[in-house]
């Protein structure tokens, strides 16, 4: 299943968060959304899920959801939005528990093993570490089979080891089954690292500026990659201006 | 020269210390049990603890006190649970319906500084001079402090953990099952100690009216005779029923709340 923006402009009162951005994200790959501060891109990713209605233009669905997908559009937060009173099994049952599912137990199981969580089905939240927490979410992401993933800064609470780390998880999720994701992020180096292709977004108003494609496998990518530098680089010299001026634009508010 | 940098990051938090809290009773008691064996308080003034102990084993004895504390225990459970189930329903209502929250709001705010106590006259008419009457008031009182609590403690729960279940697409009914209830519960539970004090309070309340038995109706009594002795023996029920509910209260919260950090 493909998702595709169709001319969406977006308004907050008077203020233009998105002008006129298409874009189609197509399956089995890892899009990457990158802009200033303030740029628009979580706001362009409740838009993808249907947790904001764009003010003009439209989200559109291409192709039907595959079989047994229980959520075709699923979030991974920022800040885990796990329950803090269930434990890591129960936060995943929680998305499951509406299905009525006969095979509940063997989901949970898989996707724990999936995530190397198993170890700490019983654990609650506070027991964990942040980049245990966001693993858990990864988990309940995988359990309802999503056809997009939608990622909103997922690694942005954590430290850099820890980014590291579940950076290689992704990167081997994917490897194993490649998933569709739109990956919203302010970090340049998780972009040019996850993505297969590179959206960058004006200042606000939020425009396309540009749209860079890595042709690198995932799995060949790695840390401190001379080439993956060189465009990293690339997308800060396209941004850094954007990004002094939005910072400015924050201090005259 | 080389000095010791000095320490500056002490106090201000918590600290657990076991025993003090009964040492300060102990030494309150022992003060004025002193004060009154040696005549510098007068009998007038404050009664002997220890006669009030002595009327507290007769009252033991005679099986008085459970003719008294069984007729007030079963008002306070019965008023306390119904006040503090619709407060909590109309609480969460409120909390997840705009209409509910538009139209019952201005009106809890506005029975919220009644004295119950001053309807208790209204209340007999109503319900009875028997039980009734008093569940009633015990009730209503409960009522309006669980109210509040339970709202706001409904508004307060994380914002982001309800857009999670929405972007799972889970049922509307779940969301409230799953997410809002338990997200209330250390409000609701923070509202509850609250309320069934103000719950004892009110037992007192109603019983000075038409009641034979109830602790209420036996401080009254010593009250009006001038009975020092009964009347303070009568207050330590009290104060000794609130500190079991706040224990209570403190073991739930406990159990149920073990997910807090």
Known sequence: MDLMLNAVTHRYGETDVLRDVSLDIPSGRITCIVGPSGCGKSTLLRLLGGLEQPTEGAVLQVGSAPKGCLNALTYIFQDFALLPWRTVEGNVALVLEDHGLSNQAAIIADVLARTRLTDFAGALPK??????????????????????????EPLSALDSQTRELLMDDLVGLWTRTPFTAVYVT???????????????????????????????????????????????????????????????????? | MSDRVPFRGGGFAPVRVRGLGIAVFILLIAFAEWGTQSGWISALTLPKPSDVLGTFVELWNSGLLFKHLLPSLSRLAVGATMGAIVGISVGVMIGLFAYVRAGLVPLVAAIFPIPKIALLPLFVIWFGIDEGSKYALIAFGTFTPTVVATYAAVDN???????????????????????????????????????LTIAIILLVAAEMLGAEYGVGAYILEAGSLYDLERLFAGVVILSVLGVLLSWVIGMLERRVLRWRV
């Open chain 1, 127 to 152: 027991q964990l570490s942040g980049g245990m927490k966001q693993r858990v979410a990864i988990a309940r992401a995988l359990a309802v089979n999503p056809a997009v993933m939608l990622m909103d």
């Open chain 1, 186 to 253: 302010h970090n340049l180096a998780e972009a040019v690292r996850l993505g297969h292709r590179i959206v960058v977004l004006s200042r606000r108003p939020g425009e396309v500026r540009e749209i860079v494609e890595i042709e690198t496998p995932l799995a060949e990518r790695a840390y401190g990659d001379a080439a993956l530098e060189a465009q990293q680089q690339h997308l800060w010299g396209l941004m850094r201006d954007e990004a002094a001026a939005a910072d400015a634009e924050l201090l005259n508010v």
């Open chain 2, 157 to 195: 729960v994380d914002r982001t953990l309800i857009r999670m279940g929405q972007s799972f697409g889970l049922s509307w009914w779940s969301i409230v099952r799953k997410i809002v209830l338990p997200g209330a519960m250390p409000g609701i539970l923070s509202g509850l100690r609250i309320s």
